[in-house]
């Protein structure tokens, strides 16, 4: 694609001081310091320092951030699922996560159909694909829009969307894949459906059944996207790289659409 002619579009949340962004114990929280409070910390760097002495009697602007490295749009690594993957190997952090994985041609499936809940599968993917029209290639960045990128941030949000199960994961991920991502808040259904079904037929497979086929192949999962329903369904790349964080479990992301102008 020509650097030159073509437009971005914002694939990341913005992390803020919302009650609805996440579970109440994973909530972000954000202290934000103007330029008068900023003061004592500049004084102290510089002894004799008065603040009539700055321009317009203001220091600096700072923020102190109370959050997990899953707040707003980030990318798991294979750290998260499990301890190993890919037949055994100690799973790797965000850190180690290839650089080439995040800058790839991008695929959107869109599934804003489906119930809140329901469980994709790979039958259901391969559908999708035959009518975008689409063959995966390795590499591809897979991006799956559901009904929760219109609710983020609001009441419920964490409740809204479909999931991808290990069916679905693992043959996205035995076709070269190695990047996924979603507008709802997980790339399994929210698990308030879980629940409810790991407590009708006590299977424990059903808990968390797409992030555990990290275990099997290694990938990256890109969670809370927004603006997906603006994407066409391919013709676009996709720019991701995670922050580097040694051996964590995951890394924001400024996750961002690249489209011919």
Same mark, same amino acid.
């Given at each position: ?148 990128? &219109?609710?983020? =941030?609001? #009441?419920?949000? /964490?409740?809204? +969307?479909?999931?991808? %199960? $290990? ?31 790991? &407590?009708?037929? =006590?299977? #424990?497979?059903? /808990?968390?059944? +797409?992030?555990?086929? %990290? $275990? ?31 051996? &964590?479990?995951? =890394? ?10």
């Amino acid at each position: 694609m020509n650097v030159k002619n073509r437009r971005l579009i914002d694939l990341s949340v913005t992390l803020e001081n919302n009650a609805y962004s996440d579970p109440p114990p994973l909530l972000p929280r954000i202290d934000y310091m103007d330029h008068q409070q900023g003061w004592a910390e500049m004084a102290a760097m510089f002894p004799g320092l008065e603040l009539d002495q700055l321009p317009g009697k203001e220091a600096w602007a700072a923020e102190r951030l109370q959050i997990t490295t899953h707040s707003g749009t980030h990318m798991d690594a294979p750290w998260h699922y499990a301890s190993t993957t890919d037949g055994g190997s100690p799973a790797y952090g965000i850190d180690e996560l290839p650089l080439d994985w995040c800058l790839q041609p991008g695929i959107k499936l869109d599934f804003r159909h489906l119930p809140d809940g329901h469980v994709v599968n790979a039958q259901e993917i391969r559908d999708e694909l035959r009518r975008i029209d689409h063959v995966l290639q390795p590499l591809d960045i897979v991006l799956v829009n559901t009904s929760a990128g &219109a609710c983020f =941030g609001q #009441p419920g949000y /964490i409740d809204k +969307g479909c999931g991808l %199960g $290990r069916e679905a994961t693992l043959w996205l991920l035995e076709q070269g894949v190695k990047v996924v991502g979603t507008d709802a808040w997980s790339w399994d259904a929210p698990f308030k459906f879980t629940r409810e079904r790991y &407590a009708q037929t =006590g299977d #424990p497979s059903l /808990i968390w059944e +797409g992030h555990k086929a %990290g $275990r099997d192949i290694g990938y990256g999962q890109m969670e809370k996207l927004s603006n997906l329903e603006l994407l066409p369904a391919s013709g676009f790349w996709v720019s991701c790289f995670p922050y580097k964080i040694k051996h &964590a479990s995951a =890394g924001f992301v400024r996750a961002v659409a690249i489209l011919p102008a």
